[in-house]
């Protein structure tokens, strides 16, 4: 059987309100601390603006459309929940930040987000408001699929990986993926082509990841033991032969330390050891 592209732009669809949900529902382990500190504890409110934003310029555009209510239905979710995570933002930030959030929420939310109705209705009507809302609308996406390049730069810089997390790294990419075929399957390219930009950052990602998770970390312990391993094998310890009672000379034995692991071991059960000239002296 094969499927249409109606069917398979329903599946991918369906795949891409699951996934966008559930990389939506990521920031929670972030509020949750927040709610228990009772502060926001320098955490920025900028990408929770931008985001709802994003989805209320969706939400617009599908509005204009007919047979878009996957693209309705988790905008709806995503515009509730930035909702919810800026509330908390103003509710917990010291005065300056529930000040610059507020202000910042009028901003993008309501005056970039009314301009943007207002000319439209006012100026366009029918197929062409349809085009000028979606780019827009891509605009919009194509700026939140770039904010990543910013971690990028700074685990490049840091060698750390600390601030990009692979899950939501691989979750984004998915994300992206689905969309895309969603918006090939529909003849959306205002949908497509913001997730290709979002394909590619996210298998940078990864990619980076990868390579400084693993790769890096492991050329690095492999330097640290040579090290390591150079300075024990140049001095000798001498070892009691019984754990905890001082030793006559004849009954030490000469050990060579060869990993730190021998080191840590000898160090724990043999409080006796000592180096060759604390002994002699």
């Avoid at 709802?52 to 555009?61: F, K, N, P, T, V």
């Avoid at 691989?170 to 895309?180: D, E, G, N, P």
Wanted: aromatic content about 14%.
């Amino acid at each position: 059987m094969v499927l249409t592209a109606q069917q398979l732009a329903f599946i991918c669809g369906l795949l891409g309100n699951l996934v966008s949900f559930l990389v939506l529902l990521t920031p929670m382990s972030t509020f949750y601390r927040i709610y228990k500190k009772k502060t926001s504890e320098g955490f920025e409110a900028l990408p929770y603006s931008v985001g709802l934003l994003s989805a209320s310029l969706l939400l617009y555009y599908a509005s204009l459309q007919s047979g878009k209510f996957l693209i309705i239905s988790i905008n709806v979710i995503g515009a509730f929940l930035q909702v919810f995570y800026l509330v908390l933002f103003v509710i917990y930030s010291p005065r300056a930040g529930k000040i610059g959030t507020l202000k910042m929420i009028a901003l993008l939310n309501v005056a970039s987000l009314g301009t943007v109705m207002l000319l439209t209705i006012l100026f366009s009507k029918g197929p062409k408001r349809i085009i000028a809302v979606g780019y827009i609308a891509a605009g919009v996406n194509i700026a939140i699929f770039a904010a990543p390049l910013s971690i990028i730069k700074r685990v490049i810089q840091t060698r750390s990986v600390e601030f990009m997390p692979f899950n939501l790294s691989f979750s984004l990419t998915i994300c992206a993926v689905v969309w895309f075929f969603y918006g090939i399957f529909v003849n959306d390219y205002f949908i497509a082509i913001p997730n290709v930009l979002g394909f590619i950052l996210g298998i940078a990602q990864m990619f980076l990841y990868v390579i400084f998770k693993y790769m890096i970390k492991k050329k690095r312990d492999e330097t640290t033991l040579e090290n390591h391993h150079e300075e024990t094998t140049e001095r000798p310890l001498y070892v009691s032969t019984a754990n905890n009672e001082p030793s006559r000379q004849e009954e030490l034995t000469v050990v060579s330390i060869t990993s730190p692991r021998q080191l840590e071991y000898f160090t724990e059960y043999h409080p006796m050891f000592m180096e060759r000239d604390e002994y002699l002296s």
